[in-house]
């Protein structure tokens, strides 16, 4: 079946950078893809980014574009996401999702059967 395992949360100061990992596993398709969401308290699961499996297209929302890059390592079956210039806004529980490749329409949270535990991403001076 199909499991993902994210890390790389943690305590940054406004302005700083971590990167996110996800392993991902048990896809009997190429045509899959790797997203992120995030959930804050109190606020529903928002799309951070996506990435395809089949032709590595990325995906971002608009308040992470230039400064979070979502990337993958084919061989290890890893997703990363990049984040610099955190602001105290992206504070959330971050979560990797995987599913069905939907292009542009990547960002409803219902789309994706399977998702990580979520790891905690606090940006706080």
């Known amino acids: 079946q199909v499991q993902l395992v994210e890390s790389g949360g943690g305590l940054v100061q406004p302005g700083g950078s971590l990167r996110l990992s996800c392993a991902a596993s048990?896809?009997?398709?190429?045509?899959?893809?790797i997203v992120w969401f995030r959930q804050a308290p109190g606020k529903e699961r928002e799309g951070v980014s996506c990435?395809?499996?089949?032709?590595?297209?990325?995906y971002y929302t608009e308040s992470v574009k230039g400064r979070f890059t979502i990337s993958r390592d084919v061989a290890k079956n890893m997703v990363y996401l990049q984040m610099n210039s955190l602001k105290p806004e992206d504070t959330a529980v971050y979560y990797c999702?995987?599913?069905?490749?939907?292009?542009?329409?990547?960002?409803?949270?219902?789309?994706?059967?399977?998702w990580g535990q979520g790891t905690q991403v606090t940006v706080s001076a």
């Open positions: 999702g995987g599913g069905h490749q939907y292009g542009p329409t990547w960002y409803y949270p219902w789309l994706y059967d399977h």
């Open positions: 048990g896809f009997t398709s190429d045509e899959y893809a």
């Open positions: 990435i395809t499996n089949s032709d590595g297209n990325t």
